[in-house]
């Protein structure tokens, strides 16, 4: 399984932007699909986005569609969700997450995960 450290997290205002990273530690990362996750308190842990190992396809939560983007570049074995526009909806702690599969698309099911990082929170004020 691949070690996985999200960053990047802060506290904004509503309307602002972020940048988290999500970094593979002593393994790469290029062949596995990534996924962004959050969890607000109270609440179960959610699909936001996910990108194919090699880049080519992406997939969004709703009501993250347009205002976040997901990337990645394989030779710095980083992945990154740039979130526009942030809504106190979206106050939450932030994980990055794959499902061990190669060559795959990345989990949107939670339940796919087998291990979770520290996460990093991101928290919009109004």
């Known amino acids: 399984q691949v070690q996985l450290i999200e960053s990047g997290g802060g506290l904004v205002q509503a309307g602002a932007s972020l940048r988290l990273s999500c970094a593979a530690l002593?393994?790469?990362?290029?062949?596995?699909?990534v996924g962004w996750f959050r969890q607000a308190p109270g609440q179960e842990r959610e699909f936001v986005a996910r990108?194919?190992?090699?880049?080519?396809?992406?997939d969004y939560l709703d009501s993250v569609k347009g205002r976040f983007t997901i990337s990645r570049d394989n030779a710095k074995n980083t992945v990154w969700l740039q979130m526009n526009n942030l809504e106190p909806e979206d106050t939450a702690l932030y994980y990055c997450?794959?499902?061990?599969?190669?060559?795959?698309?990345?989990?949107?099911?939670?339940?796919?995960?087998?291990?979770w990082g520290q996460g990093t929170q991101v928290t919009v004020s109004s």
């Open positions: 997450a794959t499902d061990g599969s190669i060559y795959s698309l990345g989990p949107r099911d939670p339940q796919r995960v087998r291990s």
């Open positions: 002593g393994r790469s990362l290029s062949h596995y699909g």
């Open positions: 990108i194919r190992w090699n880049g080519d396809l992406t």
